[in-house]
């Protein structure tokens, strides 16, 4: 049989920190759009400055979107294994005793 196990309380952690890590993007991606990508002094440099922000905002769209799903899927987890072991504790308590 196999040997583990699982910490729901480790499963909350990560959870918490997943929308905490949410939530730090969103401020990265609030101060970059306040940026101004513009006045440096050469037009290939504003250009680039354009297009890096594009593509950096396009990508923390993209890992606020996995940091969601995983939450998600983490707080479905968490509820299973409490659940689960709610389950068995409630089942191998001999009756009579809470």
Same mark, same amino acid.
């Given at each position: 049989?196999?040997?583990?196990?699982?910490?729901?309380?480790?499963l909350?952690k990560?959870?918490?920190?997943?929308?905490g890590c +949410?939530?730090?993007?969103?401020? +990265?991606? @609030?101060?970059? @759009?306040?940026?101004s990508?513009?006045?440096l002094g #050469?037009d290939?440099?504003?250009e680039?400055c354009?297009?890096?922000?594009s @593509?950096?905002?396009?990508g923390?769209?993209?890992?606020?979107?996995?940091?969601?799903v995983l939450d998600?899927g983490l707080e479905?987890?968490?509820q299973s #294994?409490d +659940?689960?072991e709610q389950?068995?504790t409630?089942?191998?308590?001999p009756a +009579?005793?809470s």
């Amino acid at each position: 049989m196999a040997d583990f196990t699982v910490s729901t309380e480790f499963l909350a952690k990560l959870a918490k920190d997943l929308k905490g890590c +949410g939530d730090e993007l969103d401020q +990265g991606l @609030k101060a970059l @759009k306040e940026a101004s990508r513009s006045g440096l002094g #050469y037009d290939f440099l504003d250009e680039a400055c354009g297009h890096f922000q594009s @593509k950096w905002e396009y990508g923390l769209k993209k890992v606020r979107e996995c940091v969601k799903v995983l939450d998600d899927g983490l707080e479905k987890v968490q509820q299973s #294994y409490d +659940g689960t072991e709610q389950s068995i504790t409630k089942v191998l308590t001999p009756a +009579g005793q809470s």
